[in-house]
Every structure is written in structure tokens, then in C-alpha cells.
């Protein structure tokens, strides 16, 4: 406003300039370079206007203009590259057309701007995928939380602290206080010293540590072989010098958690020492990452870890990245995954050029987020465009509306009677979209609000009715769920190997009977045979 204010009274000078010099006096000629440089002046002043014909972006074909919706106008809608980097809202009931919206800016990502993607889908409808395939976003990973033949993940891996704080978030929901604050200090004393290991290692290690005695020993041995910093190890030996009775007690409901994740169908896929899906190296390399994820307590679960593990690849990139790709992450019907540390994370993503974009079915899914009804505010105040397709609650369309503010409104009264007549011109303030339209939205259909950017640093808010278009999904029906290539099993890898020595009956047998002949070489003692000496902590 200020450099408006500047340029008009600098026009007004140059004006004032030149009819001094006109009609007052002719020295005013002395003055006809202020008043060139004036007239420059509030040229450069003045606002720039933009200039809709050179913004590339996603185009959705022909629109409405909701300025002034008294005088809507037909014009192209782009979705400009620099609001999608922002990231988008989108709010939409079932069945409006919010997941094809979801796939259209997929594919253009995919084969207009060339870059990579994270898709976290909590449907989990094959029509989903087998429409991202075939028209042309297809995915170069692909992990389920539900399908056997998926890429493989290593829920263990990343910075100590990461590990430690993801872990608590999942495996630690103890009413109790002191159980909680016991159960922090059991991953704080053993993490650590696991981490500082020279080997990998999968939250299968980890199980195994808290709960063979033997396992534990030989993981501090193998530390105190390696050089590992001695205050790591004293701060596990203190643990495990705990009375173990009420060391197991205290535990007890860590290692009940931590169980759901290490046995069963999908512990193979996500205690891999080599895991075939690494999201930190997908992000570097500008995978396309496809998450199928339908919602279960498990599915939630996971979603937490790998969320968590994006916000640590969010702050890698923002220390020790400068050239930075946008690596887009959608979370398509991800209301039921929220956590409480969801927000800051994708807070921090957006700063690191990993713009987040959600697909709601209602404004509550957003608001309880953080149980503190602020996420919704924090995400329409950081997005690039809002995108309302068809809703179905009140509330939700009344909000909706809302975002997209009012207009002035111009109106001719009349007033004809036998005592006076009279007309004037009216101004009011109207809603610029009302609740009621948009209950009443076609399939596809949009009311949209996005940045449009022009040179100079000058900016709109630009309001549209659009519709997205349909891709080609003529050929869906003929895909079926991928089928991953197995990676290397674990017994192939280089790693801890605790689940496979110290949880298999002969296996341990074998590996105490090592233990023991290393110990009495070299003496006259006899080496007897040693019982497997399996002891729960």
C-alpha cells in the first residue's frame, strides 16, 4: 500500500509539474527533468499489474473468475508451480472427485516437472493405484501395509535421537507416568549403544537385547571391543544392572508393543538390514514413493514411523542442502494417522522444499489434529491453494465459504411513489461463495483459491470455479498390485544378527559353545557340552 500511495503522489507532482510549465510560466521548462524522473517514479511505484499469460503450472482448461461473481468471467485456470510448492487443502465428501484431483497433480509432477513424489494413501483402494499406473504416475516404490509383495523398509534406521523419539512416539502409550518415564529410559539406555555399533541394526536387535540376558551381554562386550564411548556403555550397564525382576516389570508393556513390529506377516518388511525402500535415499534421488496404507492400528502405527523418519530427511535437507529438488508429499484421507507431532513436521517439510498437501473429507478431520483445534489454521495460513470440492456437512461448507471471503456488491434502488421518487446506487458486502454451492458441486468440479505470483515480488489471491480433468484411465482395469523384487535377505547381509543367534534354541546352543571354547583355550579345562540357556528378562 505504501508504494501505491508513493506512485500516485509522485504522479501527481509530475502533473502538477507540467501545467506550471504550460500555462503559468515558461521556466517551468527548468523543471522538465524532476518531472521526467518523477514520472519514472511513480511508474516504478505503481503496482505491477501480473501477467496471467506467462505463469506455467497445471492447467485445468477454461474457468470461472470469482472476483466479482456479479460479473464472472471465462478465463484459463493454472495452478501455478510456485502455489503448488506450497503445498494444497484440499476438502471433499465421498465420491467428489478429491482423490482424481489428488492423481492429476500426481501426474503432472511426474511428467511435466520430471520430479519424484511421496504419496500417502490411507484409502487403500486398488482403483487408486491401478488409476495412478495407468495414466502415467507410476510409482518407483511401493510398500503396503496390508500385501505381502511390497518394498522393504528398516523402521530402525536414522540418527540415534530420530530412533529414539520415533519409538517412543509408537511403542510407549502407558497410562502411567512412572511406567512411561521407565520405559524412555530403557530406549535411552540401550538405543544408543546399539546405534554405536559398527553393524546395522533392525528393531529386531533391539527386542532381542531387552529380552536374552546373553544378548545384552554380548552387545556390551561388542561395544567395549569396538571403542564404543564409555559413558554409551555405563548407561546400559546401569540399566541392566537393575533388579531384573523389576526391570522386566517395567518394560513389560515396551516389549508387548515392540512385539507387533518384530513377529508376524510384516515384520520381514520392516526389519530389513538392507531394506529395498530407504526414504531418506527416495528423496535424494527424486523417487516416486506410493504408500499403501488402509487404515488399521498397524497402518497407523507405521505411518507414525515413516512420518517421523520424513521429518528427519526435512531437516538433513535444511542443514546440508542447498541445491534442493521439491519433493512433494500428499496425504490423501490421512485424518484417522494424525499425531500429536504431525503438525511441527510438516511445518518444518515445507521450509525444506517438501511441500505437504492434504485431502480431507471435513474441516474436523484437520482440527483435531493436535486436539487443539490449530492445525487448520496453521495449514490454510502456509498453503498455496485451497481446493473445495463437494462437501456434505454444514459446518464444513459454512467454513469453506468462509475461506474465500466476501466482495462488493453494487445495486440500483428504485424508490417510485406518489410522494417522492428516487434512485441511487447501493454497496454492500456478499459472501463471495455461499455454503448451499458448494453442497451442490458436480464430480470434479472445484471452487479454488490460489497464489499467483508476478515479477517483483508482487502476488494474488486468485478465486476460480474449475474442474479437474479426468486422466486416461481407460487401461486400469488390466493392473494388478505390483510385485516387488525381494531384496537381500538378512541372513545375506552384513548386520547384528540378534534375532537369528540369540532366539533360535540351537542356534544360541552353538553360539555359547563358541563363547565357551574362546574362553579356555589355551588351558588344560575341558570343554563340555553347554545347555541353551534361554532366560526372558
Not at 386 to 400: E, M
Not at 420 to 435: F, K, M, V
Request: aromatic share 10%; net charge negative.
Amino acid at each position: 500500500m505504501a508504494a501505491f500511495a508513493w506512485g500516485y503522489l509522485a504522479f501527481a507532482m509530475s502533473v502538477n509539474t507540467l501545467l506550471v510549465t504550460v500555462f503559468v510560466a515558461p521556466w517551468g521548462v527548468l523543471l522538465a527533468l524532476p518531472t521526467i524522473l518523477l514520472a519514472w517514479a511513480a511508474k516504478r511505484a505503481l503496482p505491477k499489474k501480473i501477467n496471467y499469460d506467462h505463469i506455467t503450472g497445471l492447467s485445468l482448461g477454461k474457468g470461472i473468475d470469482l472476483d466479482n461473481p456479479d460479473k464472472p468471467k471465462i478465463v484459463p485456470v493454472i495452478l501455478e508451480d510456485e502455489a503448488l510448492n506450497l503445498g494444497f487443502l484440499a476438502i471433499g465428501g465421498p465420491k467428489s472427485g478429491k482423490t482424481v484431483a489428488a492423481i492429476v497433480v500426481l501426474l503432472y509432477i511426474t511428467q511435466k516437472r520430471q520430479e519424484g513424489w511421496a504419496y500417502f494413501e490411507g484409502k487403500g483402494d486398488k482403483d487408486i493405484y491401478q488409476q495412478c499406473v495407468s495414466c502415467g504416475a507410476v510409482p518407483d516404490k511401493f510398500f503396503s501395509s496390508e500385501l505381502p509383495s511390497t518394498d522393504t523398509l528398516n523402521v530402525f534406521s536414522g540418527p540415534t535421537e530420530s530412533v529414539i523419539d520415533r519409538l517412543t512416539q509408537v511403542l510407549i502409550i502407558s497410562d502411567s507416568e512412572y511406567y512411561k518415564t521407565a520405559q524412555r529410559a530403557a530406549l535411552r539406555a540401550v538405543v544408543p549403544l546399539i546405534k554405536a555399533l559398527d553393524k546395522p541394526a533392525i528393531l529386531r536387535d533391539l527386542y532381542v537385547v531387552f529380552s536374552r540376558d546373553e544378548a545384552a551381554q554380548y552387545v556390551i562386550n561388542l561395544a567395549k571391543e569396538q571403542g564404543v564411548a564409555a559413558d554409551t556403555i555405563e548407561v546400559a550397564n546401569a540399566f541392566f544392572s537393575l533388579d531384573a525382576e523389576t526391570r522386566k516389570n517395567d518394560i513389560n508393556g515396551l516389549l508387548t508393543r515392540m512385539s507387533l513390529f518384530v513377529t508376524g506377516g510384516i515384520a520381514d518388511r520392516l526389519n530389513a538390514y538392507a531394506p529395498t525402500l530407504d526414504m531418506e535415499q527416495a528423496s535424494k534421488e527424486n523417487l516416486r514413493v506410493y504408500l499403501h496404507m488402509p487404515y488399521t492400528n498397524m497402518a497407523k502405527d507405521i505411518g507414525i514411523l515413516l512420518t517421523e523418519q520424513v521429518g528427519v530427511i526435512s531437516q538433513n535437507r535444511q542443514l546440508y542442502e542447498s541445491n534442493r529438488t521439491p519433493w512433494p508429499l500428499l496425504f490423501d484421507d490421512w485424518g484417522s494417522f494424525f499425531y500429536s507431532n504431525i503438525g511441527p513436521i510438516t511445518a518444518r517439510c515445507r521450509s525444506a522444499k517438501m511441500p505437504v498437501s492434504f485431502l480431507f473429507q471435513s474441516k474436523g478431520q484437520t482440527d483435531r489434529v493436535e486436539h487443539g483445534n490449530h492445525f487448520t489454521t496453521e495449514v490454510t495460513d502456509n498453503i498455496g491453494g485451497l481446493f473445495v470440492l463437494r462437501v456434505n456437512g454444514n459446518d464444513t461448507a459454512k467454513w469453506a465459504a468462509q475461506q474465500f471471503g466476501e466482495y462488493e456488491s453494487k445495486s440500483l434502488n428504485v424508490t417510485d411513489n406518489k410522494q417522492h421518487a428516487s434512485q441511487g446506487r447501493s454497496t454492500r458486502w456478499e459472501p463471495r461463495i455461499q455454503p448451499s454451492t458448494l453442497k451442490n458441486l458436480n464430480a470434479g468440479e472445484a471452487m479454488i483459491s490460489c497464489l499467483v505470483s508476478g515479477e517483483n515480488g508482487a502476488s494474488e489471491n486468485k478465486r476460480y470455479k474449475a474442474r479437474f480433468p479426468l486422466p486416461d484411465f481407460s487401461t486400469a482395469d488390466s493392473i494388478d498390485w505390483p510385485v516387488v523384487e525381494a531384496g537381500i535377505p538378512n541372513d545375506e547381509c552384513e548386520g547384528l544378527h540378534l534375532w537369528r543367534d540369540f532366539m533360535d534354541r540351537d542356534r544360541l546352543a552353538q553360539l555359547q559353545q563358541e563363547i565357551l571354547s574362546e574362553a579356555v583355550a589355551g588351558t588344560d579345562i575341558p570343554v563340555q557340552q553347554p545347555q541353551p540357556m534361554v532366560t526372558d528378562i
